[in-house]
């Protein structure tokens, strides 16, 4: 069997290219004689991997030497609690809900200290971003948090929210390197790395220099400290360094293709056409406000459940796998990430034509 067409929300599709890289490279790694899987994390072959990770992620986003970058474990998840530990100075940090990722990172900061919902989509299915030009942001706030992409519900931010001054917080797993991004607009913004970069097991975390103190919430663990991890390096303790590697990879692969600037016309080019598919059948639509509509996942119903599976059953077997939609939200999803080529989306969209013009 050959490859599908993956179109997972996370763990997702990476490039082939890469995969094949980290085949030809699997029992010894440039001569080596091992595997990365194999090596010690403190000797100057990993330092190597890591040192050209962190410079090439570095050029691809145009990283400013103010901020550090971390190459963490504990997924995104971990994320939601560190960061109220190490920023919710005040404790208080004001959040925007955009569906459920934002929600928990929102109720796991409530355990260290107020959290304030300003702004909200939860009324219809978190299927829009809300108006955030003029936002009731707290005095108090020690920062404000928002998912950028919302994996689920298929939203995207296309305008950074007004924070009034205060530190801007983003979750950005699923829209990483999909385009370009100003990071000085930013406090922090962090990903796991399984939807848009790498394999899973790594989070990436992108921090101002100066919110990395010592001045972090009492019993916080060493673990959980931005600056443990700063101050080593991203090398405190064994880092998950085959998923480093591959994240590495995987940047060499998006310099190659033209950087982030390319990779968005690239990504606009792949939802259109599926978009502009949805935009008119008579039998497929899109869940979302067309103003908000991401380019990286794009959720699709029939508004007939029986139809839907049987959708998502025929479209695995002509090889478009993962394509049921979140419990929440129901029918499809496709997830067409920086990974998924343009015949992928072809593919998808002329199955589902075919699909229509036989049950329609
Ligand atoms: C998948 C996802 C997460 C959770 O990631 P884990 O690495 O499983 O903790 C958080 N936020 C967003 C936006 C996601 O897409």
């Not at 030809?24 to 403190?42: A, F, I, K, N, P």
């Not at 990430?337 to 329609?360: D, Q, W």
Request: aromatic share 10%; proline share 4%; net charge neutral.
């Amino acid at each position: 069997m050959g490859r599908v067409y993956n179109f997972s929300a996370g763990p997702a599709v990476l490039p082939e290219e890469v995969l094949k890289e980290a085949a030809d490279e699997m029992l010894d790694y440039q001569g080596t004689g091992m595997s990365v899987m194999e090596m010690s994390h403190r000797g100057s072959t990993f330092q190597k991997i890591l040192n050209t990770a962190e410079a090439d992620l570095r050029e691809l986003m145009g990283i400013p030497d103010s901020y550090k970058v971390l190459f963490l474990q504990g997924g995104a998840s971990l994320q939601f609690a560190m960061l109220p530990m190490n920023l919710m100075k005040n404790r208080s940090a004001d959040f925007i809900l955009t569906g459920q990722w934002s929600k928990k990172a929102y109720q796991e900061a409530s355990k260290y200290g107020k959290a304030n919902v300003i702004a909200s989509s939860e009324d219809r299915t978190f299927s829009y971003i809300p108006d955030c030009r003029d936002l009731p942001v707290s005095k108090d706030a020690d920062y404000v948090y928002i998912c950028e992409n919302n994996t689920i519900y298929g939203t995207k931010y296309k305008e950074l929210p007004d924070t009034k001054g205060k530190i801007l917080v983003a979750d950005v797993s699923s829209c990483f390197l999909s385009e370009p991004v100003d990071v000085t607009k930013y406090g922090v913004l962090y990903g796991g790395v399984q939807k848009n970069i790498g394999p899973a097991g790594v989070v990436i975390v992108i921090i101002r220099e100066d919110l990395i103190t010592d001045d972090v919430l009492p019993g916080t663990p060493t673990m959980m400290k931005y600056q443990t991890h700063a101050d080593a390096g991203s090398l405190y303790n064994t880092p998950p360094a085959y998923g480093i590697y591959i994240c590495g990879k995987v940047f060499q692969w998006l310099k190659r293709k033209g950087g982030l600037a390319a990779m968005k016309a690239y990504n606009e080019k792949k939802a259109a056409i599926l978009y502009d598919y949805l935009d008119q059948s008579r039998m497929f639509h899109g869940t979302v406000e067309k103003k908000d509509r991401s380019l990286m996942n794009v959720p699709f119903v029939t508004g007939d459940q029986e139809l839907d599976a049987r959708f998502v059953k025929e479209a695995e077997a002509a090889g478009l796998v993962s394509l049921k939609g979140h419990r929440t939200v129901g029918g499809m999803r496709a997830s067409i990430y920086n990974a998924m080529p343009i015949e992928g989306v072809e593919a998808l969209t002329r199955f589902m034509k075919k699909f229509e013009e036989e049950n329609g």
